[in-house]
């Protein structure tokens, strides 16, 4: 069901110093931040040339990921994400085999359908498919 992946989203406790890593130490394409509020989150894409690399920094007082930042006060890998044909088949098919599904399909962060699923059914990793 599965495809390509999509991308690795790291949460970073300072985005200045992560850019600063990925362009500088790594040599790798890296974007300016760029906020998405309706995400709670400051995104620097590393683009490699098979996928790309979400480095996500909080914003605002909601941010999905400050939580993760307190336990993992240097940083981690927050997220794998898949792409997927049909995100109401995905969906389905995950609830239909048990695993627990975050909330409902949502726009993600590339405007395009998301869901989460939750990382107790996948091996400690929080995972997200795409609607590609
Ligand atoms: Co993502």
Sequence with gaps: MI????HVAIAVPDLDAATALYRQ???AKVSDPLPQPAHGVMVVFVELPNTKIELLHPLGEK???AAFLEKNPRGGIHHVCYE???INAAAAKMRADGKKV??????????KPVIFLHPKDFNGTLVELEQA
Excluded at 3 to 6: C, D, I, S
Aim: overall charge neutral; hydrophobic content about 35%; glycine content about 22%.
């Design 3 to 6: 495809g390509k992946l999509n």
């Design 84 to 86: 997927v044909a049909d």
């Design 25 to 27: 130490t790594l040599g």
């Design 63 to 65: 941010s999905p990921i």
């Design 102 to 111: 975050l909330g409902d399909v949502r726009t993600g962060a590339h405007g």
